[in-house]
């Protein structure tokens, strides 16, 4: 009977498994062949020459020494960093801000809700064409509104405060719809109490509010800087070409001009990719580091 016992189980335990794998396949088949290969082929391309016409060339680390020294490149790195660093704070700040506001039930939230969000789910490239004409020198409407004639998107000093701006109106709607959805998962019992202790509105906010929002707060940053890393289509509307003098000659952008518009030299665009790869990479494991004994997961 032991033995019986004993098949039976590792009969279980093997049906059990070819159910679980059978239900993991399509999700292992996405991840294959839409992450893991094609980083095997960028990987590989990064140690070739190739122009896309002629035979491919196996250089070994040479685009490597070739992107790391290349000062056109180093720009693109310092803009990218400025651009996040434009962007990221101002995004969480202004979208935690709004979330407050509209969770008070304030007469017209939710028409604000819906007003917020539409930026956000509009295609970039769409909203940078119709940012470039409303930022447009002469004729454009914000000027023309001001009464000046700023250059916003030509003058190196305006490039990139116009596109941070840009992308932080067209991204706040996803930032408040998060923190609103954290807000609202907040135990209601657990400010009653703080209030019955005596603490006001502002204190409820950053002794309560703020740090129980710490699980929402992580995640809008990490897809928050991943997002303006790789920013591109709104940008490359606004400032083609980098922008005056390279003002706003992001990663993104620098990739793609590498890859398509300039040699046509895949080998170094796969390698900037790659860089970018591992800055995106090391940046999200310093912020999960960070957060992890900051944050709790217990609202209850």
Not at 39 to 48: F, K, Q, Y
Not at 92 to 99: E, I, N, Q, R
Not at 241 to 247: D, H, L, S
Request: glycine share 8%; charged share 10%.
């Amino acid at each position: 009977m032991p033995k019986v016992r004993a098949r039976q189980r590792s009969s279980g335990r093997l049906r059990h498994g070819r159910l679980a794998a059978f239900l993991l396949a399509p999700s292992l088949f996405g991840l294959t062949a839409f992450l893991l290969f094609p980083i095997l082929v960028v990987i590989w391309l990064s140690l070739n020459r190739w122009d896309l016409l002629t035979p491919m060339r196996f250089v070994g680390l040479a685009n490597y020494a070739d992107v790391l020294t290349d000062p056109t490149f180093g720009n693109s790195m310092w803009r990218t960093v400025l651009f996040v660093l434009s962007v990221i704070p101002l995004q969480t700040a202004l979208g935690l801000f709004l979330a407050v506001l509209l969770t008070r039930g304030l007469p017209g939230s939710g028409l604000f809700r819906v007003i917020y969000v539409i930026p956000w789910i509009c295609a970039p490239l769409a909203l940078g064409v119709v940012w470039k004409w409303i930022l447009a020198p002469y004729d454009g409407a914000l000027n023309n509104l001001l009464g000046l004639s700023v250059e916003w998107l030509s003058d190196p000093a305006w490039a990139m405060p116009a596109v941070a701006g840009v992308t932080i109106w067209s991204q706040v709607g996803y930032t408040t719809l998060f923190f609103m959805a954290g807000l609202g998962a907040i135990p209601e019992p657990v400010v009653e109490a703080a209030q019955l202790d005596g603490a006001d509105g502002w204190q409820v906010f950053w002794q309560i509010k703020l740090p129980l929002l710490g699980p929402t707060m992580f995640f809008v940053l990490v897809t928050g800087v991943i997002s303006a890393f790789q920013a591109f289509d709104q940008i490359y509307a606004l400032t083609p070409n980098g922008g005056p003098q390279g003002t706003t000659d992001v990663i993104a952008g620098r990739i793609y001009f590498e890859a398509f518009k300039g040699g046509f030299n895949l080998g170094q665009a796969s390698v900037m990719a790659l860089v970018l790869f591992v800055i995106l990479v090391v940046v999200t494991v310093v912020q999960q580091r960070f957060f992890a004994e900051r944050i709790t997961y217990d609202l209850s």
